[in-house]
């Protein structure tokens, strides 16, 4: 492997929206390798919340004093991305057993599409292995709060969501 593509290593995912389960495998990641591309999956097939382009911007906010991390959003197959960037390690966060069975298949057919490519798994921080993305939804939906499971910015623009969404603006 060569040095530049042993140093980047990319972390992809719907993050929609980020919180801290994310963050806590981005610092982890930071003391290992030098570079981390966060790769925003456009196409998530899933309803999303956030637009591709709010979830980068939110994410950019973040990380806006940290040039090791760099953010960026993508379409189509994980292993293209790759190849555009020049980069061989794939990250991912892996909380529980039920993460499991998914992430070893998309690992297998990773690697089966780019043999190259290897991907590494960071486990979850303890207290929040049971965060998710669409557990963070559920709760902000029905007006919970979320402080403490996702950074402020994010708490505040999903407050600004779910609001717009059970009371739109009337013309
Ligand atoms: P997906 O790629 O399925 O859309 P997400 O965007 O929610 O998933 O998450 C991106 C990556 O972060 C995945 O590898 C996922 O397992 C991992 N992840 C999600 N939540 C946590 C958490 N609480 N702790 C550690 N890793 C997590």
């Known amino acids: 492997m060569q040095a530049a593509a042993r140093s980047v290593a990319v972390y992809p995912g719907s993050f929609d929206p980020i919180h801290n389960g994310h963050l806590a495998v981005i610092s982890r990641a930071i003391a290992i390798f030098p570079k981390i591309v966060v790769g925003i999956l456009e ?27 760099e ?19 794939v990250l991912r966060g892996m ?13 297998l057919m990773n690697r089966r599409l780019h043999p190259d490519a290897e991907t590494v798994f960071l486990t979850a921080e303890e207290e929040y292995t049971y965060l998710s993305s669409r557990l963070v939804k559920e709760v902000a939906a029905l ?17 600004q969501r ?3 969404l059970t009371h739109p603006p009337t013309r």
Do not use: C, H, W
């Not at 959003?73 to 020049?86: A, C, H, K, N």
């Open 43 to 69: 196409n998530t097939g899933k309803d999303a919340l956030f637009s591709a382009a709010e979830r980068v911007e939110m994410m950019r906010d973040i990380y806006r004093e940290e040039p090791r991390v």
């Open 71 to 89: 953010v960026r959003s993508f379409t189509g197959l994980l292993v293209s991305f790759l190849r555009e960037l020049d980069a061989r390690v």
């Open 95 to 107: 909380r529980a057993v039920s993460d499991f069975e998914y992430e070893f298949q998309m690992a």
């Open 143 to 159: 007006g919970g709060d979320v402080a403490g499971l996702v950074p402020d910015q994010v708490r505040t623009r999903l407050e």
């Open 162 to 164: 779910y609001r717009r």
